[in-house]
């Protein structure tokens, strides 16, 4: 029963060092998101796939990038990282259509030095 | 642009009390409203769903209000235990979805 799969779970990272996000689900959903939470700030979206071969931005997509590799896995890429995104990354999905419920990994907590 | 707010930012109540958590959003148009319970170091996990079209929803000591028009949601949790204790979050749906900061709830035994 393993609903949203992340890894890494923890990661250290130095400024400009470029890293990939692993996400995957095996409930057969159609979306996926990519969220990042901080401090005071709550959840924000960075990116979302609403189905298979489509992805697009959401209110924080600076500084990242997304790959829908198949149904199951939505990566994220951050291409030279920065303290700024020192966060942590949630990824979920759900069904699709108005009125599914979103379903959460575990998280991976970023510390960018 | 969407906001959500939720307060209080934290609330501490024995064990045993009945309680309410408030969550208001500006944009009244919605597609839903999703409860969520995160623990420390976890992720969200969903409560319960409450379709733009419906008033209420139950799932055992839980039971979350939508009042739409006013942009306002609340979840009442019965006879609280210690293991309720955690962050709760509402999140409006509106075609992407709009979180509140949560209300951390400790319940002492």
């Known amino acids: 029963n393993a609903g949203v799969t992340q890894t890494p779970k923890f990661q250290v990272l130095k400024t400009g060092q470029s890293m990939t996000l692993q996400c995957a689900q095996d409930?057969?959903?159609?979306?996926m998101y990519w969220y990042r939470q901080d401090p005071g700030m709550g959840l924000r979206l960075i990116y979302y796939s609403a189905s298979e071969g489509t992805t697009d931005k959401g209110e924080v997509p600076n500084g990242y990038n997304v790959s829908r590799l198949n149904k199951r896995e939505f990566s994220l890429r951050l291409e030279s990282a920065a303290p700024s995104q020192t966060s942590v990354y949630f990824c979920?999905?759900?069904?699709?259509?108005?009125?599914?419920?979103?379903?959460f990994g575990d998280g991976t907590r970023l510390s960018i030095l | 642009k969407q906001e959500v707010t939720q307060i209080p930012a934290a609330l501490s109540v024995p064990e045993g009390e009945n309680l309410v958590l408030n969550c208001s959003f500006t944009?009244?148009?919605?597609?839903?409203l999703q409860w969520f319970r995160q623990d420390p170091g976890k992720g969200l996990t969903s409560l319960l769903l409450?379709?733009?079209?419906?008033r209420e929803q139950t799932s055992g000591r839980l039971n979350a209000s939508l009042d739409k028009s006013s942009g306002r949601s609340t979840l009442y949790i019965a006879a609280s235990q210690p293991g309720d204790s955690a962050t709760y979050l509402c999140?409006?749906?509106?075609?992407?979805?709009?979180f509140g900061d949560g209300t951390t709830l400790t319940v002492k035994p």
């Open positions: 999140a409006v749906d509106a075609g992407k979805s709009t």
């Open positions: 944009d009244s148009a919605i597609y839903n």
């Open positions: 979920a999905s759900k069904l699709g259509g108005a009125n599914q419920p979103q379903h």
């Open positions: 409930m057969n959903h159609n979306s």
């Open positions: 409450i379709q733009s079209s419906q």
